[in-house]
């Protein structure tokens, strides 16, 4: 069926490491894409979106490409800060459809 | 205030009661979510609505039932309580401004964790 996965967490870094977080998707259709964040208590907020094949999604110094060919969506930070722990959901939702990804929990720690 | 909230924040009940979870948006968005948020399984949809009137079944809608009178409320019953619906909920709102397309950002309610004893 159709669903979202991510990269098994949970990921501990140092701070200013470089970040990793690969989703790939199998559903079909023509969505968009998200990364949403969720930090302890909270709802989820969005991180950044791409929309179509080829796209790049940037925020926060956090970036995504929505790459087609290879159905994913892999999240990147080139340094990581404490304030960054938190978990990341990527989604894929189109007109008719909505599919969240298991998340993955990060920590960094100075 | 603005944005959308859920009532109540914590909820512990038991078993085959009926609870009530509610929703609110203050953005006029037209389309409105209710997921269950579970360990190892992520956010689980389990119903939406496109408007006023108007709901469709998510992934996992057994166990409840939405209604949606008024664009700016949601609200998600459990008819009859059980353990296994022991979660965090989450309510969601989106705007369809820019056209047809349902798949803009969605903003998130702060949740409300339900437990079912």
């Known amino acids: 069926g159709d669903s979202v996965t991510q990269m098994e967490g949970p990921v501990t870094l140092s701070e200013e490491a470089f970040l990793t977080i690969n989703c790939t998707y199998t559903?079909?259709?023509?969505?968009?894409l998200f990364w949403y964040v969720q930090y302890p208590g909270e709802g989820l907020q969005l991180l950044l979106k791409a929309t179509k094949a080829d796209d790049k999604g940037s925020n926060k110094g956090f970036e995504a490409t929505y790459r087609k060919e290879t159905t994913s969506f892999h999240l990147e930070k080139g340094s990581v800060q404490v304030s960054d722990s938190a978990v990341y959901f990527c989604?894929?939702?189109?007109?008719?459809?909505?599919?969240f990804g298991p998340g993955t929990s990060l920590s960094v720690i100075p | 205030d603005a944005g959308i909230t859920q009532s109540p924040r914590y909820k512990i009940t038991e078993t085959g009661r009926q609870v009530t979870l509610m929703c609110h948006q203050t953005w006029s968005h037209s389309y409105m979510f209710w997921y269950r948020q579970d360990l190892g399984h992520g956010l689980r949809l389990i119903y939406y609505s496109a408007a006023a009137d108007i709901t469709d079944k998510g992934e996992v809608p057994d166990g409840y039932v939405v209604s949606r009178s008024k664009t700016e409320n949601f609200p998600l019953t459990l008819e009859s309580a059980t353990r296994s619906q022991t979660s965090v909920y989450f309510c969601a709102s989106s705007d369809t401004a820019s056209g047809t397309r349902a798949y803009n950002e969605q903003f998130f309610g702060p949740g409300t964790r339900l437990t079912v004893l």
């Open positions: 559903a079909t259709g023509y969505p968009s």
């Open positions: 989604a894929w939702i189109s007109y008719d459809k909505v599919i």
